[in-house]
T-cell receptor
């Protein structure tokens, strides 16, 4: 069983929809949670970062962590075609980026 | 543009061969990370170097090796290549031994390796 599970999709939604992306994990020691966005033929880039449980909002994006359920989510409101990308969750036990464990990534397409 | 440069962008080679992938980190970044991305395994951490020294090791095969040079660029050497080594290989960099509070890694655009 993988430490981090993420549905690879693909997920296709109409423009303006609310998108929910999720990851589950098995290692309760994970404390730092990240979402990376990867456009086609590009490297991943950090989108959101959260520590421990709770919510964090940044514009149209909200990251949510539920450590009791070992479940993290990324919500995208008012989705735009430019949000079409692969979204990877990542997590680590310690502060910083050593040995980040990534999910497989969910490929998202926003249709105009 | 992340500031991380990887060469070559594409590489096609045969089984049993050896290739070298090159990475130049962002200016000022001391850490270099290598990741392998494949469709079935996702993004897998291979190895990290910090200021020329190996700092952390992940699921790196013995056929693979890496090094970081005094000018901080890094090379990933893949030998005795097998079909299953076909993947995207990403280099990422960060300022310190840890990627700061946010865990932010700056990724290059990757080197796509195809083993035939």
């Amino acid at each position: 069983q993988k430490e981090v599970e993420q549905d690879p999709g693909p997920l296709s939604v109409p423009e303006g929809a609310i998108v929910s992306l999720n990851c589950t994990y098995s290692n309760s020691a994970f404390q730092y949670f990240m979402w990376y966005r990867q456009y086609s033929r590009k490297g991943p880039e950090l989108l959101m970062y959260t520590y421990s449980s709770g919510n964090k909002e940044d514009g149209r994006f909200t990251a949510q962590v539920d450590k009791s359920s070992k479940y993290i989510s990324l919500f995208i409101r008012d989705s735009q075609p430019s949000d079409s990308a692969t979204y990877l969750c990542a997590m680590s036990r310690v502060q910083g980026a050593q040995k980040l464990v990534f999910g497989q990534g969910t490929r998202l397409t926003i249709n105009p | 543009d992340s500031g991380v440069t990887q060469t070559p962008k594409h590489l096609i080679t045969a089984t049993g061969q050896r290739v070298t992938l090159r990475c130049s980190p962002r200016s000022g970044d001391l850490s270099v990370y290598w990741y392998q991305q494949s469709l079935d395994q996702g993004l897998q951490f291979l190895i990290q170097y910090y200021n020329g020294e190996e700092r952390a090791k992940g699921n790196i095969l013995e056929r693979f090796s890496a090094q970081q040079f005094p000018d901080l660029h890094s090379e990933l050497n893949l030998s005795s290549l097998e079909l299953g080594d076909s993947a995207l290989y990403f280099c990422a960099s960060s300022e310190g031994g840890l990627a700061g509070f946010t865990g932010e890694l700056f990724f290059g655009e990757g080197s796509r390796l195809t083993v035939l």
